[in-house]
């Protein structure tokens, strides 16, 4: 059985304390926590705001289903307002690819703190002057320290695919899992995205079976022919009953958690009308 879990990414104008606080007030039985300004921006994330975080998880008993390090934001004086991944694990400038190395180990070193299962990574998208197969090999090449150090404290690191990363969608994440070969490395994955690639969720989730770290949920409208806006479910075309169903099928027991940055000014609204429109399926 599914549990349902929320993002603090849709919480950004609150600390992060208080946005686990409003979560709890909804229903859900977990909590994802953005590692990234304003949460858990790792080099300014204190002794003091761990113990904060920890004391809020036990006052509103929550669960924390992932550390979400896609993004690192507060690396930038000037971070555009949209999100991106850089730097990032296939960043060809050396300083810059292990810092994004070392900020990883801090997710999993929160991960392992307050007992969450995972945390997600994005690839980043190959710059100019980097090829694709470049790209890759400095993939591997990240993903051999960090799941060396995921594995030292007993986390997972889910690949999360999107389109026009270097890793955009389910079949390149299984291939890459499979090329490296080690059990601690799985998919994070974000239905929304197959969705929007042109797959289908059910297939893809089938299809990943055995490897899932965490479900992100969002709705979508058109697919392939629509765009990239993560929307409150029953707001767009995907069928929540089979996605369900389907994590049923493959056995999945963990979270889904609803990943609604899009409503920063509506957090709220947006986690009690997520969590109706899907209650019935947990």
Known sequence: MTDLAFSTNAYTRFPLPEAVRRIGAYGYDGVEILGDEPHAYFPHFTDADRESLLETLEETDLAVSNINANTAMGYYDDAPPSSFFEPSVIRADE??????????????????????????LA????????????????????LEEILEYAEANGVEVGIEFEPELLIENTAETLELIEEVGRESLGVNLDLGHAAVYGEDVVESIHDCAGSITGIHLEDIVGGRRGKHYHRIPGEGDLDFRAIFDALDDVGYDGFAT?????????PDRAAEEAYAALKEYV
């Open 95 to 120: 300083e810059a690819r292990t810092w994004r190395i070392e900020y990883t180990e801090r997710a999993i070193d929160l991960a392992s703190t307050v007992d969450a299962p995972a945390v997600c």
């Open 258 to 266: 609803l990943e609604l940055y899009t409503y920063p000014d509506e």
């Open 123 to 142: 690839t980043g998208r190959p710059l100019p002057g980097t090829l694709p197969e470049d790209a890759r090999a400095l993939l591997l090449e990240s």
